[in-house]
């Protein structure tokens, strides 16, 4: 039941992303808005995101997990349907913010309730189940944001998440089991304003870097204040008795590698799929609905390559070696669509999706199967909120970093607005994404397997392995850091 609620809201979440960036064009023109201005439609999400994901673990904790859970997406669906129905560009940014409140808390509570009700031997499994979700998400965004902004309307594009978000509420409510609140400690509050005010400036600054210029002074003042709270909050949260965010975990080197991978992974691959977008409408002059379904082999590639992992490769290899080979075949396809020229067709870049995504599998289960492994069960939702942040701060900084690339390439389209011509431009992009895979290599290579042997189980095995409700005597995700 756990996984069925967590999947359905983790898919919601990931799609909102790209299937709204589909609309932002139609967006601008229904509310007479510039480019920067629609833009704060997604920047206000991604900020809310990062504003309150920190307190997720301490709110799940507090309420109960399955208050927290259900509560949230119930947040993110009725957020989605106002802003379906907002009037104004500033109704709109304001129900964004929001959305991003109920996306905060639903993403790391639920994964949190996951890493708490399987063991470690299943983990690896429900990680290949997440991936695809994780990889479908963003692949079919553009599809159904081209389809809805083209031929219908662009509210459905939120519309989209309420028969979902109603669904899995009725389906939660009934089935899931209760969670009982496991603290009645108070909010960290220092730790919650520095790291929500230093992750939502450092967000929004990164975010309009690129559009704004890195010399604006909105861009240089938001950055540098992230930064500076940023480390005023460790400074505070390493001396806190019961720090909101428990940045201890950090010296548990194979949650610090998993969760260095994801963002790592997140930042090329969510980069990638960005940029490829833009490449194929502006560059090749492909439609919004093209466009979609020639990016949506990199989801077929990432259930190919979960089924690998997961059946095959995991309990033989382990994490260490594969996901190497997954950032290696993340580097290739990047590397592969800086060589896409005009006359080369599509088939190329179906099978390079294909591609991306057998990398991406090869990358997001084993990390995500191994970051908990040796995390203590009592601090799997602080920890459960420091990877999330991770892995949304690397998606905005992948998107930031390959569209910065594209500007400085192509001066021009920063100064006119106009679409890149000029394929070169777009072929560096793509390039700065084969190095952030490249670099995440030394990254991968520093975990042990060792360590992560408890999920290392052969699938004949795992049956014996049953899933534990939170209140299971027995605890064998508990280890030390």
């Not at 997406?73 to 959305?99: D, K, M, N, P």
Request: aromatic share 8%; charged share 10%.
């Amino acid at each position: 039941m756990v996984a069925v609620v967590y999947v359905a809201a983790m898919f919601m979440a990931v799609m909102d992303t790209t299937v709204v960036n589909v609309a932002l064009p139609a967006l601008g023109r229904d509310f007479h808005a510039g480019a920067g201005s629609v833009g704060l439609v997604s920047v206000a999400y991604l900020v809310s995101l990062a504003v309150f994901i920190p307190a997720s673990g301490w709110l799940g904790d507090r309420i109960g997990d399955r208050t927290a859970l259900l509560g949230a997406i119930g947040v993110f669906t009725a957020a989605s349907a106002l802003c379906g129905t907002a009037t104004t560009l500033y109704e709109l940014v304001a129900f964004r913010v929001l959305q991003g409140v109920g996306g905060a808390v639903m993403t790391p509570v639920g994964l949190s309730m996951l890493f708490k009700a399987y063991p470690p031997a299943e983990r690896v499994r429900v990680a290949g189940i997440l991936a695809v979700f994780t990889a479908l998400g963003p692949a079919l965004g553009p599809v159904l944001g081209g389809v809805f902004t083209t031929y219908l309307s662009w509210r459905l594009v939120f519309f989209v998440n309420v028969p979902i978000g109603v669904a899995v509420l009725v389906y939660g409510a009934l089935l899931l089991a209760g969670h009982a609140p496991s603290t009645r400690r108070r909010l960290d509050v220092p730790g919650f304003a520095l790291s929500g005010l230093g992750l939502g400036c450092t967000m929004y600054g990164i975010s309009e870097g690129p559009g704004r210029g890195w010399s604006a002074a909105p861009v240089l003042i938001t950055i540098a204040v992230g930064a500076a709270l940023l480390v005023a909050m460790v400074a505070v949260e390493l001396r806190a008795h019961r720090p909101l965010i428990d940045l201890r975990l950090f010296g548990n080197r194979l949650f610090t590698a998993s969760t260095g991978l994801y963002a790592l992974g997140s930042a090329s691959y969510i980069g990638t799929l960005f940029l490829t977008a833009l490449f194929l409408q502006d560059g090749l002059g492909l439609s919004a609905v093209q466009t979609g379904l020639a990016t949506f082999p990199s989801a077929l590639g990432t259930m190919a390559g979960g089924r690998l992992v997961t059946r095959a490769l995991y309990w033989r290899f382990g994490p260490r070696r594969i996901t190497a080979a997954g950032l290696a075949a993340i580097a290739a396809a990047t590397a592969l669509m800086a060589l896409v020229t005009t006359g080369d067709g599509l088939w190329p870049v179906r099978l390079i999706m294909f591609g991306l995504g057998l990398g991406v599998s090869f990358v997001f289960i084993p990390a995500q199967a191994a970051s908990m492994a040796t995390v203590p069960h009592a601090r799997t939702a602080p920890a459960s909120a420091i990877y999330n942040a991770a892995k949304q701060l690397g998606s905005a900084v992948g998107v930031t970093l390959l569209t910065t690339v594209l500007t400085v390439a192509a001066p021009a389209r920063a100064a006119s607005g106009r679409p890149v011509s000029d394929l070169t431009a777009f072929h560096a992009g793509f390039l700065a994404a084969t190095a952030v895979a490249l670099c995440a290599i030394p990254v991968a290579l520093t975990i042990r397997d060792a360590d992560a042997s408890a999920t290392m189980v052969p699938p004949r095995r795992r049956g014996a392995a049953k899933p534990r409700t939170q209140a299971s005597p027995a605890d064998p995700a508990t280890g030390t850091d």
